[in-house]
């Protein structure tokens, strides 16, 4: 599943894994959210609900381009520095290619929306 991250004039394409946290991350776009800068590592932003974590291991090591979902915070996570591994994060997919364009200082708005097929 791809969706695509719009933000400015720039879109940023992703590749979402499989699982019931990402089936539930979907039920929820087009998404329109402001992402805060959090420790200088990714840009995170809190969803209207929590989502669904059945069958989700019990964490993750993310890597720049992984878009995640915080279970602790219910926020959703793009990581574009390296981070270790976090009790309660759960990886929803990847960033195709460059994330030049959320590595920018402070916030910044986004919005997100599943890309149908042709």
């Known amino acids: 599943m791809k969706i695509n ?3 400015k004039d720039k879109v940023v394409t992703a590749t979402l894994i ?3 946290t990402t089936q539930d991350f979907i039920s ?4 329109t959210l402001t992402l805060e800068d959090y420790a ?3 840009k995170i ?3 209207s609900r929590k989502l669904s ?3 989700a291991p019990p964490g993750s090591d993310p890597a720049v381009g992984d878009i995640a979902y915080y279970a602790p915070w219910g926020n959703l996570a793009m990581f574009y520095r390296d981070f270790g591994y976090s009790n309660g994060l759960v990886i929803l997919g990847k960033i ?3 994330i030049e364009a959320l590595n920018v200082p402070g916030s910044v708005k986004v919005t997100i929306e599943l890309v149908r097929s042709q």
Do not use: A, H, R
């Open 5 to 7: 991250i719009k933000v």
């Open 18 to 20: 499989d699982s019931k």
């Open 28 to 31: 929820l776009l087009p998404l």
């Open 40 to 42: 200088k590592t990714e």
């Open 45 to 47: 932003s809190y969803l």
């Open 53 to 55: 974590t059945e069958d």
């Open 96 to 98: 195709d290619g460059d």
